[in-house]
């Protein structure tokens, strides 16, 4: 049985050139980017050459983009980072982020409120849109009550594209919207990257995160690019590496790796997006006609080419991917660091409201640089002969 990966949105595999670039310098340059002998003079100048690299796909500065280990460190660097500057200077840290984030935002701003600062959440319709004056509001409320006056200031944290369905969010509007108040913006930009064009979002806002292996990257390697006007405090402490914001020996290869993924997904990413979007639109064509109460989550806004979320009622919320599984094709049912997880999928309810997110059973299924279109027809086969067998098997609809 040949398996079929469609998983990419959680962890892509690794490009034939990103290993060859990477094994290129582990084999050539051993040294300590620190160190002042010939091997950490070589070390450095890859490093920096990495870091150029990636601040030229994206349009930033390279004196503003921090090797971090991922997606989720460069999250909580960016949202922790921000909150504890601002803390250290006698402020009170005001954070808004939308409802959709992944759990690497949701659960810093955990620690924000934990610390002392004030958060809200602001809800994002299912065509994308986002409303974030009720937030506003509630912190403006609860300044008012504690006699701190207006609000004004602050960190919003969007998401550009939705882990779990595909949408994209407005981040331009959401960054004209914090300018005028005065907020800074932090944007998880992971799913984004390598299916839109990033360097107008970069541009506009103040912090930016990206993960590699999202893109065919290393994993466990992710960038933090944070604007010249951003304070930052370290949430790691050591040495001075990465301006003093991520101490610890810098991964030379790992950082290589990255800027050759980045490179290549940025350059290819109009060719992907029709490529994917076609095998996306006709997995979702065959999904519905196969499965005719299938619910297509994300479908009222914008979505990218590479992640189609489907909802299907009547079976139970965590039987379907290990059912895929067994029959050699790889999904999820929601972001990767939720696995194990029980109970609705909060982006889902976010989105949806929580009765709809109980009523039906999430299946994404996320496409990458190495798909094929023989592998997506197979996929929609598999999955509808699956969910048929499990209501058969649950008493659901047929």
């Known amino acids: 049985m040949d398996y079929i990966y469609l998983d990419h949105a959680a962890s892509s595999p690794l490009r034939p050139e990103v290993r060859a670039a990477m094994r290129e310098v582990e084999e050539s340059t051993p040294g300590n980017p620190s160190s002042p002998h010939r091997y950490g003079r070589e070390a450095r100048a890859r490093l920096d050459e990495a870091r150029h690299r990636v601040a030229g796909a994206l349009g930033a500065d390279p004196m503003s983009v921090v090797f971090a280990r991922g997606g989720t460190e460069s999250d909580n660097l960016a949202i922790l980072g921000w909150t504890r500057s ?7 840290p005001r954070l808004l982020h939308s ?13 924000v409120e934990a610390e002392g600062g004030r958060v809200e959440i602001f809800p994002v319709a299912p065509d994308g849109s986002a409303r974030l004056d009720d937030a506003l509001e509630s912190l403006r409320a609860n300044a008012t009550e504690n006699g701190s006056g207006d609000v004004f200031g602050g960190l919003v944290s969007c998401l550009w594209v939705s882990h ?7 981040i331009a509007e959401v960054a004209h919207w914090a300018r005028e108040r005065r907020f800074q913006v932090h944007v998880d930009g992971v799913q984004g990257v390598g299916r839109l064009d990033p360097v107008p979002i970069v541009a506009a806002v103040d912090l930016f995160s990206l993960s590699a292996r999202k893109l065919g990257g290393p994993p466990g390697m992710g960038v933090l690019v944070a604007g010249r006007g951003v304070t930052l405090h370290p949430t790691l402490f050591g040495g001075g590496q990465e301006n003093g914001l991520r101490p610890g020996t810098e991964d030379v290869a790992g950082a290589v790796g990255t800027a050759v993924a980045l490179e290549a997904a940025v350059s290819q990413r109009q060719a992907e997006w029709s490529r994917l979007g076609a095998l996306r639109d006709a997995l979702e064509a065959r999904l519905r006609e196969g499965i005719p109460d299938l619910v297509i989550h994300g479908s009222e806004g914008r979505r990218t080419p590479h992640i189609l979320n489907v909802g299907i009622p009547g079976v139970p919320l965590d039987v379907l991917p290990g059912a ?4 050699g094709v790889a999904v999820s049912a929601g972001s990767a660091c939720r696995s194990g997880a029980t109970g609705p999928s909060p982006v889902l309810a976010a989105l949806y409201g929580e009765a709809h997110a109980v009523r039906v059973a999430p ?15 197979e996929a929609g086969s ?3 002969r699956v969910v048929e067998g499990v209501r058969r098997a649950f008493g659901g609809p047929l």
Not at 87 to 92: E, H, P
Not at 99 to 111: G, T
Not at 164 to 170: A, I, K, W
Request: cysteine-free; charged content about 25%; hydrophobic content about 45%.
């Open 324 to 327: 895929l599984d067994l029959e």
């Open 363 to 377: 299946l994404r299924i996320s496409l990458g640089w190495n798909t094929r279109a023989s592998e997506v027809e």
């Open 86 to 92: 601002v803390r250290r200077t006698g402020g009170r």
């Open 99 to 111: 409802a959709l984030e992944h759990s690497a935002v949701a659960a810093a701003a955990r620690e």
């Open 164 to 170: 779990e369905t595909g949408l994209v969010l407005p």
């Open 382 to 384: 598999v999955i509808i």
